[in-house]
């Protein structure tokens, strides 16, 4: 069963709302407006960007500290008298001391530390004049063996932040979704608006026919004028009626509008024109596979297996720090000193002075209870996002479900609306004629006019719905994008 909607428009009854320019769109072309310039979209498109730049952020923890300074010290040693009243002279110094070094840590948990210092110290001792170079180069080294060994918190961060990436484009999937959808629907409402402007002109055309007969039948006294006050009241209602439908038709403009464009003022005096028509397509509903569908597809319950995911590796670092703390040290380095700086290089470079240590290092809280409390919290929450995991699968079946069973009562609403707007076709027609030849009633032909109006109405109403009612169904499914097959590529 497929059924289109067309009703001719009768120009001498309608009534504009203002001087537009027109704009003939089709879906995809609203579909293609709204992914270029809808607002709220551009909003979310700037999250994986951000995501991207906080996983950079977490890599600083690898950046190496680079160090430079460097002092001038001075003492004075007054002079005096020893124990035995011997009398000792002043002493002076001065020093320049200039550092340099290099820290960090790499993926592995090790740490490293390169230094390197040269001292200039002169002055006088005992009256006698001094001078003095010296210089060391060394790194000293670490390496965790058990806490901090497979996991720390920089590669938690890290990875946590790449899962955080992953959730913001399945966020943005979803944006892009639901605005599909909303453009969708807005879509349909407007044609459904359109078309409902159509039926109260055609009402109102009806309206002002019968009052023109009636008019002639007063004349000639076929009629009471009661019947000819009847037939104006119906033309009064029915032109009230045409007003607000093309107040509703206005209102719909403007929240498609609104949808598919950055400047509204750019577009406020154009009057969008929808190419496509209400069409009811018959679709075989499947319970079970729609539940498949979005189960795997949906991009919210994406999110919450990746929570899960993130979860796990939060859990992984907090078994991690129950470990003890058990690391290898060491260093290494030359140390050189002489009466100028060239001395002190160059014995530097032969590695006259060489020195190296290496050990073992082992320490742990006592009670540990920081370490153990954090596990058991994040066991907790690891249980807590599964149970939130349940819990929107659970709520998906359920709105698939019911958006199924929607889109099913939508479908039968068509043909019933279809079949009613025959019958109230009929009728009028069959009363027109026994008015004609005076065997019935304005008052009769007027109901029959209203119930008509109604079932047109009612007619392009559940022809619209049950379209909204598809768009519906497959946002619950998670299927969007692939029922317009629209490919989404994050970049």
Not at 68 to 96: F, I, M, Q
Request: glycine share 6%; net charge neutral.
């Amino acid at each position: 069963m497929i059924l289109a909607l067309g009703l001719a428009m009768t120009s001498a009854c309608v009534i504009p709302l203002s001087a537009q320019t027109s704009r003939s769109v089709s879906l995809q072309d609203c579909f293609q407006m709204a992914l270029e310039r809808n607002l709220d979209l551009r909003i979310e498109r700037l999250n994986p960007e951000m995501a991207r730049y906080d996983l950079s952020l977490t890599y600083a923890g690898y950046d190496p500290q680079f160090t430079v300074g460097g002092e001038h010290d001075y003492s004075l040693s007054p002079g005096g008298y020893d124990a035995n009243k011997n009398a000792y002279p002043a002493s002076t110094s001065d020093a320049d001391l200039f550092r340099l070094g290099l820290s960090g840590v790499l993926p592995t948990g090790f740490n490293y530390n390169l230094t390197g210092n040269t001292r200039e110290e002169w002055g006088e001792r005992s009256s006698v004049p001094f001078s003095q170079n010296s210089g060391s180069v060394g790194l000293t080294m670490r390496q965790p063996l058990l806490k901090n060994f497979w996991i720390d918190s920089t590669r938690m961060n890290i990875q946590v932040a790449r899962k955080n990436i992953k959730s913001t484009e399945m966020g943005l999937q979803l944006q892009i979704m639901s605005i599909l959808t909303s453009v969708e629907q807005a879509y349909y409402d407007l044609i459904f608006t359109r078309e409902n402007v159509k039926v109260q002109q055609k009402a109102l055309e009806l309206a002002e026919r019968l009052l023109h007969e009636n008019k002639q039948r007063v004349k000639v006294g076929a009629l009471a004028p009661l019947d000819e006050k009847q037939a104006e009241s119906q033309v009064a209602a029915r032109k009230a009626d045409l007003l607000s439908s093309q107040r509703q038709l206005a209102t719909q403009q403007n929240t498609l509008k609104r949808l598919i464009s950055d400047d509204f003022g750019a577009i406020a005096e154009t009057s969008l024109e929808p190419t496509g028509e209400l069409l009811a397509v018959p679709q075989a509903f499947s319970v079970q596979d729609s539940w498949a569908k979005g189960l795997t597809m949906r991009p919210d319950l994406l999110q919450n297996r990746i929570e899960v995911e993130k979860q796990d590796i939060v859990l992984r670092y907090q078994k991690n720090q129950l470990y003890p703390s058990l690391d290898l040290v060491g260093s290494y380095g030359h140390t050189a000193s002489d009466t100028g700086y060239g001395g002190v290089f160059r014995n530097l470079g032969e590695g006259s002075g060489p020195y190296w240590s290496y050990g073992a290092q082992l320490s742990f809280p006592l009670g540990n209870r920081a370490a153990r409390n954090n596990l058991r919290n994040s066991r907790a929450r690891k249980e807590q996002v599964l149970l939130q995991l349940k819990s929107r699968e659970q709520e998906i079946m359920a709105q698939i479900d019911n958006a199924i069973q929607l889109a099913e009562t939508n479908l039968e609403r068509v043909d019933a609306t279809h079949q009613a707007r025959l019958y109230a076709e009929a009728a009028l027609d069959a009363e027109q004629k026994k008015l004609e030849n005076g065997k019935s009633t304005s008052f009769v032909v007027l109901q029959l006019q209203r119930d008509l109006t109604s079932a047109r109405s009612s007619e392009i109403s559940a022809l619209t719905e049950y379209n909204k009612s598809l768009a519906q169904l497959a946002l619950a499914e998670g299927a969007t994008l692939q029922r317009h097959e629209i490919k989404l590529e994050v970049k």
